[in-house]
């Protein structure tokens, strides 16, 4: 008998009852069998949905010397996959007469078929005779490969021999010996760290090699920005919350040398130094010297406060000032304050005497993390460098990749950043952070690019195109490392076009390593790139 449970009473007094026995689902009129029917077609049905779906992961199937459907995948695991999807589409008549017998039977020989015959194929007819009818199949998938991770567009395949007799034109290749870099990064980094700190709490997270114009002529140079770590102040310093938050809240400046000259001191040959910076070349000029967006920042930084920043050190006094930007948002009034102080776990925000009605908070403050807040859909190069406009601000540039694991036929290679790797990827973006105000702009290099496109359909105010890049910043857009080494890796296989050469793997090349265990030819790269 079915379980009867009693609810409450409708409006005129009567009780009402539900009933919750077996049948309670079934619609009015239907029975046990109708419903197991239903069920069974519908099963069926995503069955053939499932299996046809499956049908393009053969794209990305993985051999041991290919990427792709290869013969078996073409020419008999997808043929019995539809033959799975045709068993399944006929044994719907089968269930709704409630032959169940004769469906089950059926979708299980195809499933045997399906299991078996594969097998068989690869071991009996395609590996006695792997290399030539797996030919066209390799071919498809070098020729994804290269076009892919885009070896196929900007590079240039020029054979040369090696000759003792080759000699160097001095005149002719002036420009080039003039800038070839001497220093090493790490020596130089250790040494303008002893001799451009200035205090203990500076810090210099990288040094990047750029080129400007000087004196008339391009030139080589490295670049390191003077970044503030507050976790390197004294103990009562560090330990204050106002310290970090109101008074050492930016970097200062920036140390610019030549990579190729050395003092009679063995000290690099500096054309910015100190703070306030010392000019020491006409091709500088530097008018807003405040790293508040950098590689090395903590958030949160409260400015324009009834506190002054410090700027710099000047002999055993510092210098302070008052920030006059943009950047970050309005923090007077109590409403955000409030919400900040919850947001930051940090109840001093609300009761601090510091906080004015210009005052501003800045938070997101790391280059990278900022860009990955605001576009996290890209893949953003690990490594920004920094750009001094002729303005004479400093300004962050950032490569940005669109990739994908899902290039049919296309090796997946490692890409740094990346854990899993990738089978395709485009330098499709160039972003700007201004260091001062932290306003980032996202600028379209690659407008071919079938995955930048979808994104551009999506936030049309996001990007702009690299026509839009002032000229000062485009002529430091650069080859970014990280494609650079992706391509290195790629085409140390994917060089080999013969299908024969490939399968066998005849002629894989080594890429040479520096001592330090980076790629030795590409440890900064500056060249030069035109949309």
């Excluded at 990288?206 to 770590?229: A, C, E, M, W």
């Excluded at 600028?443 to 000062?472: G, H, T």
């Excluded at 399968?503 to 030819?521: C, F, M």
């Amino acid at each position: 008998m079915a379980e009867r449970f009693r609810r409450g009473r409708l409006s005129g007094g009567s009780p009402k009852t539900f009933d919750l026995g077996p049948h309670a689902l079934l619609l009015p009129g239907a029975t046990r069998a109708g419903f197991v029917r239903v069920i069974a077609v519908v099963l069926l049905l995503g069955l053939a949905t499932w299996v046809f779906l499956g049908n393009y992961k053969l794209l990305f199937n993985s051999h041991a010397f290919m990427t792709g459907a290869d013969y078996v995948d073409e020419k008999v695991t997808l043929p019995l996959r539809w033959l799975l999807i045709i068993a399944a589409l006929a044994a719907l008549p089968l269930v709704w007469t409630s032959r169940y017998k004769k469906a089950i039977a059926l979708l299980i020989a195809v499933f045997i078929l399906q299991l078996v015959l594969p097998g068989i194929v690869r071991a009996v007819y395609v590996r006695p005779n792997e290399i030539s009818i797996e030919r066209p199949y390799i071919e498809r998938h070098i020729q994804a490969t290269t076009v892919a991770f885009g070896l196929n567009r900007s590079a240039t395949e020029r054979p040369f021999t090696a000759s003792r007799q080759e000699t160097v034109d001095a005149v002719q290749d002036a420009t080039l010996l003039d800038n070839v870099r001497l220093w090493d990064l790490r020596a130089y980094n250790a040494t303008i760290t002893q001799i451009q700190a200035l205090r203990p709490y500076y810090t210099f997270p990288d040094t990047d090699v750029d080129r400007y114009f000087i004196n008339g002529r391009i030139k080589q140079v490295l670049l390191s920005p003077r970044d503030i770590d507050v976790s390197q102040l004294s103990g009562e310093a560090r330990q204050s919350w106002i310290n970090p938050r109101f008074i050492y809240t930016h970097g200062f400046g920036v140390v610019v040398s030549e990579v190729n000259k050395i003092t009679p001191d063995g000290l690099p040959v500096l054309l910015i130094e100190n703070a306030p910076p010392e000019i020491k070349s006409p091709g500088f000029r530097l008018t807003r010297s405040e790293i508040y967006y950098g590689e090395s920042t903590q958030d949160p930084v409260f400015v324009h406060t009834a506190r002054e920043e410090f700027d710099y050190p000047s002999g055993d006094q510092n210098k302070y000032s008052t920030y006059q930007g943009t950047g970050g948002f309005p923090v007077g009034s109590f409403l955000v304050k409030t919400a900040a102080a919850i947001s930051q776990g940090e109840p001093n925000i609300i009761f601090t005497g510091y906080l004015t009605g210009q005052s501003r908070m800045m938070i997101h403050r790391k280059v990278q993390g900022r860009l990955a807040h605001l576009a996290g859909f890209l893949h953003w190069d690990p490594d920004p460098y920094l750009v001094i406009t002729d303005d004479g601000r400093l300004v962050w540039m950032v490569d940005g990749y669109t990739t994908s694991l899902s290039h049919p036929y296309s090796a997946t290679l490692p890409v740094t950043g990346l854990d899993e790797g990738a089978n395709y990827i485009r330098n499709a973006v160039k972003a700007t952070v201004d260091a001062y105000t932290g306003k980032m702009s996202l600028y379209v290099f690659d407008p071919s690019d079938p995955i930048i496109q979808a994104f551009e359909n999506l936030f049309p105010k996001l990007f702009r195109p690299a026509s839009e890049m002032p000229p000062d910043l485009r002529r430091h857009a650069r080859y970014p490392e990280v494609l650079f080494r992706t391509q290195a890796e790629a085409y140390r296989i994917f060089h080999m076009r013969d299908p024969q050469v490939f399968y066998n793997k005849e002629d894989v090349w080594e890429i040479a390593h520096s001592l330090s265990g980076g790629l030795s030819v590409s440890s900064r790269l500056v060249i030069s790139r035109n949309p």
